[in-house]
């Protein structure tokens, strides 16, 4: 098992940045295929980006490529969500995953074991 805790959240006007930390602690962090994910008010939980063990491999949804950069340090047992040039649209809670049993990056939600418990990012206008 792993846990994880997301941290880096907060208030940001649009146009800035925010970077967010995912501290994993329990197994051997760089077994787990590692994701963030967000869910606004009354939205569904969506993919944001992911990354391969290793960290060579990253994905991005359409909606943030270009302004959000996805890295993991296995040492630290850390990934994070580098997030620039943020837009109102972007506020959600922010959620890291983990799997460890495929070997491809997921993008549903469901074929994630482990998650964090969210760290609240909120872009004004």
Known sequence: QVQLV??????VQAG???RLSCAASGRTFSVY????FRQAPGEEREFVAGISR????????????GRFTISRNNAQNTV???MNSLKPEDTAVYYCAAD????RVPV??????????????????
């Open 100 to 103: 460890s049993v495929l070997n």
């Open 6 to 11: 997301e941290s880096g959240g907060g208030l």
């Open 54 to 65: 290793g960290g060579t491999r990253t994905y991005y949804a359409d909606s943030v490529k």
């Open 108 to 125: 549903a939600s469901y074929e994630y074991d482990y998650w964090g418990q969210g760290t609240q990012v909120t872009v004004s206008s």
């Open 33 to 36: 295929v590692m994701g963030w």
């Open 16 to 18: 800035g940045s925010l």
């Open 80 to 82: 994070y969500l580098q």
